[in-house]
């Protein structure tokens, strides 16, 4: 168990559906990363938070709406989708943002977007 | 050039063999060079990481060679086991306060047993 939650862990949409993909860790940490996986490609840093606050916002299409309501809690509002979001979505911690900070991840939410 | 690129992207060893998984990127500026380990239905955790100023760092079976010239580094799995059959991403990071991880594009290891 690493200690950071996803829920649910797989969700099917359609492209007018609004759902939210939640995140909660137990382990202190004051980072939290939303990123997308794709079949074939590198892991794709999304947004990170630091004490609450976005900090990285990677060009994410605003179809895609974090939200950070305390360090333990981190959440992805999701609407309007496009079948090219269907994605493994992961969600990770880290004591810190500095560099060489360990991340843990959580196993992810599976996205279809139909 | 904030990409890290891995090879291969896929490998199957015999149990007891030597898979290897190189990195290479350009960013003179990154720092911090972690492995994370996937296994299917799981997130990646951190497996060894290693800075630019060591050449080799060893963990239990896994060992990263980092060559700071040729601007590579690569994970080597000694005695690998059915159990070490999973994906492999190589990652880089610049001494900045973003938390910006670069990941490469994975490498999946089948160890036949």
């Known amino acids: 168990e690493t200690g950071v939650t996803q829920t649910p862990r797989h969700l099917v949409m359609g492209m007018t559906n609004k759902k939210s993909l939640k995140c909660e860790q137990h382990?202190?940490?004051?980072?939290m990363y939303w990123y997308k996986q794709s079949a074939k490609k590198p892991l794709e840093l999304m947004f990170v938070y630091n004490f609450k606050e976005q900090t990285e916002n990677n060009s994410v299409p605003s179809r895609f709406s974090p939200e950070c309501p305390n360090s333990s809690h981190l959440f992805l509002h999701l609407h309007t989708l496009q079948p090219e979001d269907s994605a493994l979505y992961l969600c990770?911690?880290?004591?810190?943002?500095?560099?060489?900070?360990?991340?843990?991840f959580g196993s992810g939410t599976q996205l279809s977007v139909l | 050039q904030q990409q890290v690129k891995q090879s291969p992207q896929s490998l199957i060893v015999q149990k007891g063999g030597i898979p290897i998984i190189n990195c290479a990127y350009e960013?003179?500026?990154?720092?911090?060079f972690p492995w994370y380990q996937q296994f299917p239905g799981k997130g990646p955790a951190l497996l060894i990481a290693?800075?630019?100023?060591?050449s080799e760092k060893k963990e239990g079976r896994f060992t990263i060679s980092f060559n700071k010239s040729a601007k590579q580094f690569s994970l080597h799995i000694m005695d690998s086991q059915p159990g070490d059959s999973a994906t492999y991403f190589c990652?880089?990071?610049?001494?900045?306060?973003?938390?910006?991880?670069?990941f490469g594009q994975g490498t999946t290891l089948q160890v036949k047993p």
């Open positions: 290693i800075r630019p100023d060591v």
């Open positions: 990652a880089a990071s610049m001494p900045s306060n973003t938390g910006k991880l670069i």
């Open positions: 990770a911690s880290s004591q810190g943002t500095r560099s060489g900070e360990k991340l843990f």
């Open positions: 960013n003179t500026a990154f720092d911090y």
């Open positions: 382990l202190g940490h004051n980072a």
